[in-house]
């Protein structure tokens, strides 16, 4: 049964994946924003472990339980405490409105599912039909880090973005060796760790996480 419906249900991993997408495009409320970011970790772990039950790439399951604990748990723990030492609830302001930002990220969907095409028509993968969800996932996270003024938005959309590309090496080659994904597992939880220290900093320079305010350093 497994073998059956295995593909139908990795299709529909990535219909939700890519759902989750326009909604964190959409979400100004900052825990709000984390908790899909939370959600989308989620079914990136459900589609990884789905994909190592269908084709027996028993490595996939250690990806899978280290995307569990490292982007499920751990990263947004960090940015629930992030958000409760800095009292941010709202990003109220962005680049472009919120519908304008929906109707170019449906086009960024157009043009992802057309660059797609030829590749998925090569791929001998079961998942072939996901790459073109998982390059529209990939455009609209860095869609959110360019119309979002405040860093916390800037920086889960920039952890968004390595979600959809996990998820494209998933469905073009069946992930990537286990030395390669812990080391980008840890790139990404310093970048995090990092990024939460510079948030810090352009608050305490500028009372304020709009990152227009940097700048003012170029201009000096």
């Known amino acids: 049964m497994l073998t059956h419906y295995g593909p139908q249900?990795?299709?529909l991993f990535a219909a939700v994946l890519l759902l989750l997408a326009f909604a964190m495009l959409s979400q100004r409320r900052m825990l709000s924003l984390i908790?899909?970011?939370?959600?989308?970790?989620?079914?990136?772990?459900?589609?990884?472990?789905?994909?190592?039950a269908l084709t027996g790439q028993h490595h996939l399951y250690w990806s899978a339980l280290l995307?569990?604990?490292?982007?499920?748990?751990?990263?947004?723990?960090?940015?629930?405490?992030?958000?409760?030492?800095?009292?941010i609830k709202w990003d109220?302001?962005?680049?472009?409105?919120?519908?304008?930002?929906?109707?170019?990220?449906?086009?960024?969907?157009?043009?992802?599912?057309?660059?797609?095409?030829?590749?998925?028509?090569?791929?001998?993968?079961?998942?072939?039909?996901?790459?073109?969800?998982?390059?529209?996932?990939?455009?609209?996270?860095?869609?959110?880090?360019?119309?979002?003024?405040k860093a916390i938005p800037q920086v889960i959309g920039f952890l968004a973005m390595e979600n959809g590309l996990f998820f494209a090496a998933t469905g073009a080659v069946y992930g990537m060796?286990?030395?390669?994904?812990?080391?980008?597992a840890l790139d990404v939880l310093v970048g995090a760790l990092i990024?939460?220290?510079?948030?810090?900093?352009?608050?305490?320079?500028?009372?304020?996480?709009d990152t227009r305010h940097l700048e003012r350093l170029k201009e000096l």
Not at 35 to 52: D, K
Not at 103 to 114: D, E, K, R, S
Not at 179 to 184: C, H
Not at 195 to 209: H, M, N, T, V
């Open 92 to 149: 109220v302001e962005t680049l472009i409105n919120i519908p304008t930002t929906m109707l170019v990220g449906i086009v960024l969907v157009v043009l992802a599912f057309n660059l797609a095409l030829p590749i998925s028509q090569l791929a001998g993968t079961v998942t072939r039909s996901t790459l073109g969800i998982a390059l529209a996932s990939v455009l609209l996270s860095f869609l959110m880090m360019i119309t979002r003024s």
């Open 35 to 52: 908790n899909l970011f939370a959600a989308q970790g989620f079914v990136l772990f459900l589609t990884t472990s789905l994909v190592a």
């Open 177 to 184: 060796p286990m030395v390669v994904e812990l080391g980008v």
């Open 195 to 209: 990024l939460g220290i510079f948030i810090f900093q352009i608050r305490e320079r500028f009372d304020s996480l």
């Open 67 to 87: 995307t569990l604990a490292l982007k499920v748990i751990l990263l947004p723990w960090i940015l629930h405490r992030l958000i409760r030492k800095l009292n």
């Open 9 to 11: 249900l990795v299709n």
